[in-house]
Every structure is written in structure tokens, then in C-alpha cells.
């Protein structure tokens, strides 16, 4: 079993910024690629951000430029910097892991809200 657990949601302003981080335990090689999916009400779940252990990155257009994926292999936890918030990035923002950067979503955690106030 893997269990993955977010922290660092919160209420933040419109331009403000947050960090949010993942942190994985369990059969921690059973994954090569972890990230951020995010879910607005009434909203599809939709891929933010994801990073494998070499460090290659995929980011979703909307956030390319705003935020910053990164890892901490050593601590088994990626972290996800937030910055020029907006909105629209108001969501449940759920840490996932797989076996690579197209197959990241093996495994969920049970969400942060951030919430974007204009």
C-alpha cells in the first residue's frame, strides 16, 4: 500500500502565493512519477503539475510559468509552489502517484483545498 498526504492548502489572496506538499510512505517503489491533479465544483479533475524521480516535468498550460513543481526524493515528497494565484485555481488539489508521467494516478491522496479569494 502507498498512502500519500497533502498539506499546505489554505485561503490565500488573488497574486498571492502558497506551497502545497505530498508526502508518500508505504511501498514508496512501487511509483516513478508523482503530482497534482485539482477539482473545481461541479469541475473534472484536471492534471496541474507532475515530476518523476529524474526530475522531468509536465505542467498544465494554465499554470505553465505560475507554479513550480520539485521533489525531494530522499523525503519521499513533491511539493508544488503556487505562485500569482488566481481564481480560478480555487480547487481540491489531490497529490497522485504512478508508474510514469502518463500513468501517474495508481494512487490518490484525499485532497487540500486552496481557495483563491478576488
Known amino acids: 500500500q502507498v498512502q500519500l498526504v497533502e498539506s499546505g492548502g489554505g485561503l490565500v489572496q488573488a497574486g498571492g502565493s502558497l506551497r502545497v506538499s505530498c508526502a508518500a510512505s508505504?511501498?514508496?517503489?512501487?511509483?516513478?512519477?508523482m503530482g497534482w491533479y485539482r477539482q473545481a465544483p461541479g469541475k473534472q479533475r484536471e492534471l496541474v503539475a507532475a515530476i518523476t524521480r529524474g526530475g522531468t516535468t509536465n505542467y498544465a498550460d494554465s499554470v505553465k510559468g505560475r507554479f513550480t513543481i520539485s521533489r525531494d526524493n530522499a523525503k519521499n515528497t513533491v511539493y508544488l509552489q503556487m505562485n500569482g494565484l488566481k481564481p480560478e485555481d480555487t480547487a481540491v488539489y489531490y497529490c497522485?502517484?504512478?508508474?510514469?508521467?502518463?500513468?501517474?494516478?495508481?494512487?490518490w491522496g484525499q485532497g487540500t483545498q486552496v481557495t483563491v479569494s478576488s
Open positions: 508505504g511501498n514508496i517503489f512501487s511509483f516513478n512519477a
Open positions: 497522485a502517484a504512478g508508474f510514469n508521467l502518463a500513468r501517474m494516478t495508481d494512487y
